[in-house]
Nanobody, 115 residues
Framework: QVQLVESGGGLVQPGGSLRLSCVAS????????LGWYRQAAGKQRELVAT???????NYSDSAKGRFTISRDNAKNTVYLQMNSLKPEDTAVYYC?????????WGQGTQVTVSS
């Protein structure tokens, strides 16, 4: 059974950093597209970053220059390093795995940026 478990969220001050982790089980992250999405209260879920099986990376405009997505195949884990955090980055962050058969989500991890 394919499962995604996120961790690493929390409360951080503006300008701070967090690293989110997404551990996959039942499937290899190296062979699939993994992504991070976020959903702020009252808003639709939006793309943050994706990393394809071949390694190509895509970022939203709001993430470019501040966030970095990476993958550790040995740990079957995808990370999202978030720097220079802003209050508008406050949201629940979700990990997503997608291939032609699956579209699987984790349970989400809350990120709150506030002084």
């Amino acid at each position: 059974q394919v499962q995604l478990v996120e961790s690493g969220g929390g409360l951080v001050q503006p300008g701070g950093s967090l690293r989110l982790s997404c551990v996959a089980s039942g499937i290899s992250v190296s062979s699939n597209q993994l992504g991070w999405y976020r959903q702020a209260a009252g808003k639709q879920r939006e793309l943050v970053a994706t990393i394809a099986s071949g390694g190509s990376i895509n970022y939203s405009d709001s993430a470019k220059g501040r966030f970095t997505i990476s993958r550790d195949n040995a740990k079957n884990t995808v990370y999202l390093q978030m720097n220079s955090l802003k209050p508008e980055d406050t949201a629940v962050y979700y990990c997503n795995l997608k291939n032609f058969l699956l579209d699987r989500w984790g349970q989400g991890t809350q990120v709150t940026v506030s002084s």
